[in-house]
């Protein structure tokens, strides 16, 4: 069974930093998403295997950083000069190594639980 567990969120002030972390059981792609509340989920960033391949939403683009720690199958997500809308519950996603990474929810087969993210102004 796979199993995804973040770590790292909270409360900060706008502009300010938070680093998210998720462990994973096994080997995968993997990515983080959003959901604010009344809003869908949203796709956030997304890191392959061997971290040659990302993919960033348009609104975190130069704020947001994904990296991995292949050693321990771990990946995080920097961020960087918070905004309150950045603020929502954030989760860590997985899929096979070989299918690559995709924005698309519905590609992911693995989510963890969520980690609450709340920028105040």
């Known amino acids: 069974q796979v199993q995804l567990v973040e770590s790292g969120g909270g409360l900060v002030q706008a502009g300010g930093s938070l680093r998210l972390s998720c462990a994973a059981s096994?080997?995968?792609?993997m990515g983080w998403f959003r959901q604010a509340p009344g809003k869908e989920r949203e796709f956030v960033a997304a890191l392959s295997r061997r971290g040659v391949m990302t993919s960033y939403r348009d609104s975190v683009k130069g704020r947001f950083t994904i990296s991995g720690d292949n050693a321990k199958n771990t990946v995080y997500l920097q961020m960087n000069s918070l905004k309150p809308e950045d603020t929502a519950v954030y989760y860590c996603a997985a899929r096979p190594i070989l299918r690559g990474i995709t924005s698309n929810e519905g590609d992911w087969d693995y989510w963890g639980q969520g980690t609450q993210v709340t920028v105040s102004s």
């Open positions: 096994g080997r995968y792609a």
